[in-house]
């Protein structure tokens, strides 16, 4: 099964989130050590069903996802635009991919 991780929420200054821990991209800001989108990555590898994974909205060199095989895609517009963009990623590693 390929998994679609939506990454692409952006702290803006004027964020409590951003005030608290200066992180500019929702996705990264840390948790127990680790950026939020990690614990999402480690939690769906775990489970043991996912084959592939696109995460949208965050680039590989803003967080070290190495360990997995994570593929990414830059945004391309709004929510339903980078969730299509995704699809397109998801389908082009795993031409069989379908919908659950």
């Known amino acids: 099964m390929e998994a679609i991780i939506t990454a692409g929420g952006i702290n803006r200054p004027d964020d409590p989130l951003y005030a608290l821990t200066g992180v500019e991209k929702k996705a990264l800001i840390p948790l127990a050590g680790k950026p939020m989108v990690t614990w999402i990555v480690e939690a769906l590898y775990g489970s043991g069903i996912i084959n592939n994974m696109v995460i ?24 339903i635009d980078n969730i299509l963009a995704a699809l397109a990623k998801a389908r082009a590693i795993n031409p069989t ?4």
Not at 56 to 79: C, S
Not at 97 to 100: D, G, W
């Open 56 to 79: 949208v909205g965050l680039k590989p060199t803003e967080i070290d996802l190495t360990a997995f095989p994570v593929h990414f895609v830059e945004p391309v517009g709004g929510m």
């Open 97 to 100: 991919a379908q919908k659950m």
